[in-house]
């Protein structure tokens, strides 16, 4: 949906600055947390999402599409892409047109943080260890400490409690804002405990149980396989094994095409298997001459590992091709086979009956089946590979999977009964391993980032893929916001700092399910970094003797920070958990950023608006009953078009969602 189209910054500050229009323009920072997805996949998502949302006639516009400009940018040496989304008056809801009061609506899309950022660096096994023992050490903790009453923290509970009777609601509210995440009820945790079980349960224990079985039913399986491969006679007779494998060979060599005279493969059957190889054929070339020749804004880990994929393609589709003749070759000989013994049937039933025409049909029909089957696999495999790429693993399965398909089809061809239960199972056993694989990938993928995130070994490689994601994030934020905090920073980058500030004072932060964990210790960090220039400034201030000019950078950044949106969120769960594990600790002390910011500063969210969108249907998400500073999250409940469980990623996609989305963004005209 999203054209490619080149555009660049520098064009897009020209068209604000000299076309004499006036305007009125947003930038939106996400923070996406699904993962197994592609890096821009999310920004598409919401290109959409803010079209349905704030425009009149959605469907007109996207199949337009000429509001949408996608520009590419470098950013300390590395290439991005953003969405601009330019709508006039006449494309918004009228009630968002009436508030701009005729100005045209620009809204830059930008993708700070998607999961998973630790793909390939997380193993599977560290994160199911790592889950393991986060669970069994919350549940020692809960039964060991009173955590709602801590020792450490209880004469600052009081002294809070005591402030919070006699002041007003609003002063009561900054009050508990300075004893940030402590659990002063037993309800509140119940609640937590509630919270993080189901959460536990759905995504660590089920799936680890399922993958348990599957290996339970995987080396059932494979046991099968062996007692029936030790009654093949190539197993039974191992000592002319060598000899008939060179007959079969010398065979194949004399008679390539293996059904003699039968008109089984004729001219149009091998027109067919062309066809059926041949755009699997173009899309491998195609794929590497544009992998080669086109400039993809992909980041360098990308390039890498596309590099990879490419030398190694070669060698893989030939493994595939070889499969590919293997299967053909099985399924050519049982019906060579299979096409004698109906042959010497129907001479007798002829001989017999004179039913020859009658039985010479299902004779044909008998050998047709087989053969379409073979042929409807290969063109849904062609179309598959088409459509989702070439990648070796898709190559090798699917050539895999035919070649037992086609030992299947032999053995029945053949009559040999042993020999298709054979591939009968191991197809079986490729599925529940397949299985298998997909469990440690879910792991791996969607519980990567997690593990690494919350992890508190700073001498463990987790730790390190931690600070590597907040490290990124608050380099992404650096991009928005337009304020650089690299060292040594060059001319270029201080203008263009400058010309985002000027062009985009509002700023909206989007997060959902872990990014909205990262997106609040990065808004935390970054703000606390920018606390840490005022102080320096100030200081360079009083001993020059001169009065300090202009705006302060946290103040800035305050102020341009106008709504910060959640959906689908685990901050309470996350916080729950790890103030069980470190009792003696506030809650996010090792997570997210104290609430407590210096100088007595109400914190990065002090003029702006926190939603938070959530439903009980969604095991990752829940109300959020803490709030820093003076911003207290509003938590809004709203239904979503997907079924339990798997609805956490479909916020999005909500019209509720979508109508309150658009209210807020009326607010803030």
Same mark, same amino acid.
């Given at each position: ?15 604000? @600055? ?23 996949? $999310? ?15 959605? !469907?007109?516009?996207? @199949? ?22 330019? +709508? ?68 600052? @509970? ?21 004893? =940030?995440? @402590? ?75 293996? +059904? ?35 400039? $993809? ?22 493994? =595939? ?109 490729? &599925? ?20 690494? =995130?919350?992890? &508190? ?83 360079? &201030? ?23 949106? &959640?959906?689908?969120?685990?901050? !309470? ?50 109300? +959020? ?35 309150? =989305? ?8």
């Amino acid at each position: 949906m999203v054209r490619q189209k080149a555009a660049s910054d520098e064009s897009a500050g020209a068209e604000v @600055q000299h076309s004499g229009e006036r305007i009125c323009e947003f930038v939106i920072a996400l923070f996406h947390g699904m993962g197994l997805q592609n890096r821009y996949a $999310t920004l598409d998502e919401l290109v959409q999402f803010m079209i349905r949302s704030l425009c009149s006639e959605p !469907d007109r516009i996207m @199949q337009d599409g000429r509001q949408i400009r996608v520009s590419t940018h470098t950013h300390r040496e590395r290439r991005d892409r953003d969405v601009v989304l330019s +709508l006039q008056p006449s494309q918004l809801h009228p009630d968002i047109a009436a508030r701009l009061g005729g100005r045209r609506l620009v809204i830059r899309c930008s993708e700070v943080y998607w999961a998973p950022i630790t793909s390939g660096r997380a193993k599977a096994w560290k994160t199911i260890l790592w889950l393991l023992g986060g669970l069994s050490s919350v549940v020692r903790a809960f039964v060991t400490m009173q955590r709602w009453q801590r020792p450490d923290r209880q004469d600052e @509970q009081e002294a809070a409690r005591a402030r919070g009777r006699s002041r007003s609601g609003e002063q009561a509210g900054e009050d508990r804002g300075q004893a =940030f995440g @402590q659990m002063e009820s037993l309800a509140e945790v119940w609640r937590l405990i509630k919270l993080l079980t189901r959460l536990a349960v759905v995504i660590i224990v089920l799936p680890l149980i399922v993958m348990s079985l599957s290996m339970v039913v995987l080396g059932w399986l494979a046991g099968w396989a062996v007692h029936l491969a030790s009654r093949l006679p190539a197993i039974m007779e191992i000592n002319r094994w060598w000899e008939g494998l060179h007959a079969s060979v010398h065979d194949v060599v004399a008679n390539p095409w293996m +059904l003699g005279d039968s008109p089984l493969l004729q001219q149009s059957t091998w027109l067919a298997l062309l066809a059926v190889l041949l755009p699997l054929l173009v899309h491998y070339v195609g794929t590497a001459v544009l992998v080669g020749s086109v400039s $993809t804004p992909h980041s360098g880990n990308d390039t890498k590992r596309n590099d990879r994929h490419r030398r190694a393609r070669p060698a893989v589709f030939s493994c =595939f091709l070889l499969l590919l003749a293997i299967a053909y070759w099985l399924v050519a000989g049982g019906c060579h086979q299979h096409w004698q013994v109906l042959t010497s049937q129907m001479q007798a039933s002829a001989d017999a009956l004179g039913q020859l025409p009658r039985l010479h049909a299902w004779a044909w029909l008998a050998l047709s089946l087989p053969l379409a089957s073979l042929l409807a696999l290969l063109a849904m495999m062609g179309l598959r590979i088409l459509r989702e790429g070439c990648s070796w693993q898709r190559l090798l399965g699917f050539g895999t999977g035919l070649v037992l398909i086609a030992m299947a089809l032999r053995g029945w061809l053949a009559g040999d009964s042993t020999g298709a239960a054979l591939a009968v199972l191991l197809i079986l056993a490729g &599925t529940w391993l397949a299985l298998i694989h997909r469990g440690l990938l879910f792991f791996r993928e969607y519980l990567g980032d997690v593990a690494a =995130f919350v992890s &508190t070994n700073e001498n463990d490689d987790m730790f390190r893929l931690r600070r590597e994601i907040l490290q990124f994030s608050e380099e992404k934020l650096e991009q928005v916001l337009g304020r650089d905090l690299m060292p040594n920073q060059l001319p270029d980058r201080y203008e263009a700092s400058e010309d985002v500030r000027r062009r985009a004072p509002n700023v909206i932060v989007l997060s959902h399910s872990l990014g909205t964990v990262v997106a609040y210790q990065a808004l935390c960090r970054y703000f606390e970094r920018l606390q840490e220039l005022d102080r320096i400034e100030d200081l360079n &201030t009083l001993r020059s003797g001169q009065r300090r000019v202009g705006m302060r950078l946290a103040g800035e950044m305050q102020s341009r920070l106008k709504l910060f949106v &959640t959906f689908g969120s685990p901050l !309470d769960t996350i916080g729950m958990a790890f103030n069980a594990l470190h009792s003696g600790k506030p809650v996010f002390d090792r997570v997210v950023s104290n609430a407590r910011y210096l100088h007595g500063s109400p914190g990065v969210f002090a003029h702006c608006r926190w939603v938070n969108w959530w439903h009980h249907g969604d095991v990752v998400s829940a109300k +959020l009953l803490w709030h820093a500073g003076a911003c207290v999250p509003e938590n809004r409940k709203y239904p979503l078009p997907s079924p339990w469980v798997v609805n956490h990623s479909a916020y999005l996609l909500s019209k509720q969602v979508q109508e309150d =989305f658009r209210r807020e963004f009326e607010r803030l005209l």
